[in-house]
């Protein structure tokens, strides 16, 4: 495994020491009364009038104690497949873009069930994505049920783990429910309840503190529920430098820590030795525009920065790297994202969001997805490095071969071609100009669009137990109508 260190061991212990005393003696602002009496309980000092707890650093520490240095996520038949934890690196799309890059028109327009579909069967045909995402937003829902109708798309056309997230008040119930359903029919017998063990593998679920030390009724109630149902949670701290953080990047990894110790403290509380995730989404402000530039280095920096904190408390880790800020399927989309994918890679972040996302994680493209897909083989490549696959390494082959350049022909290249070399698909161009303009000089664009139609097509959804997939369209159909929608949208 290669990989490389950002901070020194003194810049990351002074990192920490002033967001422990940020804990302590600024505070953190908490929405939730339970959270606060929890934390009260593990001898934090609350001002309720504010909504401000007070947490000294050995609530903290004791809290840290008790969370699990990793865990599995787990496929639809029960099998794990993301190592949560160390040095192990997997990618996923990013989640939760309100609009899709039409690739007939390139425009931008609000996303709809048929897309979500489209970009699941794409990532469940690329081994390249180790899980899904909920990756958009549907716009022919109601906005009351968009979270769980997004997670229902991809427990119907998935077998992959899931990464989501409940970001409405009274959908995450439900969403659990779901995965009991989920989980029930496809390992036989009753569906488990939640804590028992069974249910928390095949999903993580995002959850977002709000900029700066703020944890919402929402969020601090989400940490509380998911604790105590034994589900992985996900901290997505948000910090954008000169904006909603300080301006340095060390600064910003102050205020990154100080929020996920905080989400820690309430939710080892709540339950300890439940999973949780040191994760996150922070990034630079861009002064001149206002936007908040996810492709940029600096951006990648601070995540990369931010995770290795997180390992050197020995937690599992997550960041949102592998994404674009440019609007179309263009060479700033390849630039930005093959980078950004790599700087996570090498910092051995546990799950990487981002991969097919445009205009600053505002946009899902399939055809982008399909082109991050092969940055993530390459990165994979790098961290694979260098093996001794022969002893001797060389020398028997130039014995053989006399000074000629015949490697071609023998049976070492055979044999090795194929394990040393990661072999893209059509959407990567190795072929030579004359065959590139028989065919008719496609850009990449356009080789992406093939490579979609072709994964699409080859793409067969996964067989669900009938009784679990009426257990969902019960769940799901019921929410619907209670939201005024009198059937589901018809998927394609």
């Given at each position: 495994?290669?990989?490389?260190?950002?901070?020194?061991?003194?810049?990351?212990?002074?990192?920490?020491?002033?967001?422990?005393?940020?804990?302590?003696?600024?505070?953190?602002?908490?929405?939730?009364?339970?959270?606060?009496?929890?934390?009260?309980?593990?001898?934090?000092?609350?001002?309720?009038?504010?909504?401000?707890?007070?947490?000294?650093?050995?609530?903290?520490?004791?809290?840290?104690?008790?969370?699990?240095?990793?865990?599995?996520?787990?496929?639809?038949?029960?099998?794990?497949?993301?190592?949560?934890?160390?040095?192990?690196?997997?990618?996923?799309?990013?989640?939760?873009?309100?609009?899709?890059?039409?690739?007939?028109?390139?425009?931008?327009?609000?996303?709809?069930?048929?897309?979500?579909?489209?970009?699941?069967?794409?990532?469940?045909?690329?081994?390249?994505?180790?899980?899904?995402?909920?990756?958009?937003?549907?716009?022919?829902?109601?906005?009351?049920?968009?979270?769980?109708?997004?997670?229902?798309?991809?427990?119907?056309?998935?077998?992959?783990?899931?990464?989501?997230?409940a970001f409405a008040a009274g959908t995450l119930p439900i969403m659990l429910e779901m995965l009991e359903a989920a989980a029930g029919g496809a390992r036989g017998g009753s569906p488990p309840r939640a804590g028992d063990g069974r249910i928390h593998a095949r999903a993580v679920f995002d959850v977002c503190p709000s900029p700066p030390l703020n944890w919402s009724g929402f969020a601090a109630r989400s940490l509380i529920v998911l604790a105590r149902a034994g589900v992985p949670a996900e901290m997505v701290s948000m910090p954008l430098a000169g904006a909603t953080a300080p301006a340095t990047i060390a600064g910003s990894l102050v205020q990154h820590a100080a929020e996920c110790l905080s989400g820690i403290a309430i939710h080892q509380r709540a339950r300890p030795g439940s999973p949780i995730v040191w994760g996150g989404a922070p990034a630079i402000f861009d002064m001149r525009f206002g936007?908040?530039?996810?492709?940029?280095?600096?951006?990648?920096?601070?995540?990369?920065?931010?995770?290795?904190?997180?390992?050197?408390?020995?937690?599992?880790?997550?960041?949102?790297?592998?994404?674009?800020?440019?609007?179309?399927?263009?060479?700033?989309?390849?630039?930005?994202?093959?980078?950004?994918?790599?700087?996570?890679?090498?910092?051995?972040?546990?799950?990487?969001?981002?991969?097919?996302?445009?205009?600053?994680?505002?946009?899902?493209?399939?055809?982008?997805?399909?082109?991050?897909?092969?940055?993530?083989?390459?990165?994979?490549?790098?961290?694979?490095?260098?093996?001794?696959?022969?002893?001797?390494?060389?020398?028997?082959?130039?014995?053989?071969?006399?000074?000629?350049?015949?490697?071609?022909?023998?049976?070492?290249?055979?044999?090795?071609?194929?394990?040393?070399?990661?072999?893209?698909?059509?959407?990567?161009?190795?072929?030579?100009?004359?065959?590139?303009?028989?065919?008719?000089?496609?850009?990449?664009?356009?080789?992406?669009?093939?490579?979609?139609?072709?994964?699409?097509?080859?793409?067969?959804?996964?067989?669900?137990?009938?009784?679990?997939?009426?257990?969902?369209?019960?769940?799901?159909?019921?929410?619907?109508?209670?939201?005024?929608?009198?059937?589901?949208?018809?998927?394609?």
């Amino acid at each position: 495994m290669l990989g490389f260190r950002l901070l020194s061991a003194e810049l990351r212990e002074r990192i920490l020491s002033e967001a422990f005393a940020l804990l302590e003696q600024t505070g953190v602002r908490v929405g939730d009364a339970e959270a606060i009496d929890l934390l009260e309980e593990s001898g934090a000092r609350a001002d309720r009038d504010r909504g401000i707890a007070f947490i000294p650093e050995g609530a903290v520490r004791a809290a840290l104690s008790t969370v699990p240095g990793g865990f599995a996520l787990c496929d639809a038949e029960g099998s794990p497949r993301v190592a949560y934890g160390g040095d192990a690196v997997h990618f996923d799309p990013g989640s939760s873009a309100v609009r899709v890059l039409d690739p007939e028109t390139g425009a931008h327009r609000p996303g709809t069930s048929d897309d979500l579909v489209r970009l699941v069967q794409i990532a469940e045909v690329l081994p390249q994505f180790d899980a899904q995402s909920t990756a958009l937003v549907c716009s022919d829902v109601p906005r009351e049920i968009g979270d769980l109708y997004r997670l229902y798309l991809v427990l119907l056309h998935s077998c992959k783990p899931i990464v989501t997230g409940a970001f409405a008040a009274g959908t995450l119930p439900i969403m659990l429910e779901m995965l009991e359903a989920a989980a029930g029919g496809a390992r036989g017998g009753s569906p488990p309840r939640a804590g028992d063990g069974r249910i928390h593998a095949r999903a993580v679920f995002d959850v977002c503190p709000s900029p700066p030390l703020n944890w919402s009724g929402f969020a601090a109630r989400s940490l509380i529920v998911l604790a105590r149902a034994g589900v992985p949670a996900e901290m997505v701290s948000m910090p954008l430098a000169g904006a909603t953080a300080p301006a340095t990047i060390a600064g910003s990894l102050v205020q990154h820590a100080a929020e996920c110790l905080s989400g820690i403290a309430i939710h080892q509380r709540a339950r300890p030795g439940s999973p949780i995730v040191w994760g996150g989404a922070p990034a630079i402000f861009d002064m001149r525009f206002g936007t908040t530039p996810m492709g940029a280095m600096e951006t990648a920096l601070i995540d990369a920065a931010a995770a290795e904190i997180g390992k050197s408390l020995g937690l599992p880790t997550h960041a949102y790297l592998g994404a674009s800020d440019a609007k179309t399927l263009d060479a700033q989309a390849g630039m930005e994202s093959g980078m950004t994918a790599l700087v996570g890679a090498l910092a051995g972040i546990n799950m990487i969001s981002g991969a097919g996302m445009l205009d600053f994680l505002a946009c899902q493209s399939a055809e982008k997805l399909v082109l991050d897909a092969e940055g993530i083989a390459m990165a994979r490549r790098l961290l694979a490095g260098v093996e001794a696959r022969e002893t001797p390494l060389a020398t028997h082959l130039f014995a053989a071969l006399d000074h000629r350049a015949g490697f071609l022909g023998l049976k070492h290249t055979r044999d090795f071609f194929r394990i040393e070399q990661a072999m893209p698909s059509a959407v990567i161009d190795r072929s030579t100009v004359r065959a590139w303009e028989e065919a008719g000089r496609p850009d990449t664009a356009g080789r992406c669009r093939a490579r979609v139609a072709g994964l699409i097509a080859k793409y067969e959804r996964p067989s669900l137990p009938p009784e679990s997939e009426s257990a969902l369209r019960a769940i799901v159909a019921a929410a619907a109508r209670r939201a005024g929608m009198a059937a589901l949208p018809a998927v394609a």
